[in-house]
């Protein structure tokens, strides 16, 4: 697998208003197979829209992305996408949920399930097959969220601030598990995400970008090996480097856009 964004950039026209957002501009990256990348920037600079792209739920303005060496202009089984927000069928049981994409390619109800058990064995979940996402804590809905998107095989995997509704020991214990989860099967995976820790403590690189529109201002290579030490030197080092050039882009923000910070700031801290 290998993932290029080649000039990627974005610019939303708003017709009522007769005017343009540029949201990301110049975004050249590759991404090989077996990495895991984390994405950081400042609040609204443009990761979610960035992720959207690549997914091809959202068409750029300029530039394109290449899988594998074919452009993405549409949805593919091959990129996965997993949300903040779960979006499981509050209808439909852990492995309903799980088994939901098997079902709309058509495939058996006995072979979907079967592979299904095998995704909620490999998750640590049995015993909950039978239960709805209103009876699971957030940490097992996450999983859920996760396993029906691995379920589908894809080369790259899209995760777009999957643990950022849960609480902080969960947080920790799905980071956890999203390491044991890569060493089993060795996905590539671009990972959006506001908590600079946990980049460091789950990435091989950490892409910053710029405040709107966003471009890369630096990239991190992560080296130490697995299990890692969240309070180690080198983990520090990296941390403070990358809240560093994040507090820059935001005191050069706008006002608007700080504002815009401390709302979503403040809501967080509610939830």
């Not at 815009?260 to 700031?265: E, G, I, S, T």
Request: net charge neutral.
């Amino acid at each position: 697998m290998h993932l290029e964004l080649i000039g990627l950039g974005k610019t939303f026209v708003n017709g009522a208003q007769n005017g343009e957002v540029r949201a990301i501009s110049g975004i050249d990256l590759m991404v090989e197979q077996g990495q895991f990348v984390s994405i950081v920037g400042p609040s609204g600079c443009g990761k979610s829209t960035l992720l959207r792209i690549i997914s091809g739920l959202e068409k750029p303005s300029d530039g394109k992305v290449l899988l594998d060496g074919r452009e993405i202009v549409k949805p593919t089984h091959d990129v996965g996408l997993v949300f903040q927000q779960y979006a499981l069928f509050p209808w439909r049981t852990m492995a309903e949920n799980i088994e939901f994409g098997l079902e709309i390619m058509g495939m058996g109800k006995v072979e979907r399930r079967a592979i299904a058990e095998k995704y909620i064995e490999l998750f640590g979940m049995q015993g909950f097959e039978d239960r709805y996402p209103s009876q699971l804590s957030g940490g097992m809905q996450q999983r859920v969220a996760i396993a029906r998107t691995l379920i589908m095989n894809p080369k790259l995997v899209l995760m777009d601030e999957p643990f950022g509704s849960l609480d902080s020991q969960t947080r920790n214990d799905m980071q956890e598990f999203l390491i044991d989860l890569r060493n089993e099967r060795n996905d590539t995976v671009l990972f959006v995400t506001h908590n600079v820790d946990e980049a460091v403590f789950l990435s091989d690189r950490i892409v910053v970008l710029s405040k709107r529109p966003a471009k890369i201002l630096r990239t991190f290579e992560v080296n130490a090996p697995h299990p890692r030490d969240r309070t180690s030197k080198d983990a520090n080092d990296i941390r403070r480097e990358v809240i560093g050039i994040l507090k820059q882009e935001r005191m050069s923000a706008s006002p608007v856009d700080n504002a815009v910070h401390a709302l979503r700031k403040f809501s967080a801290v509610r939830r």
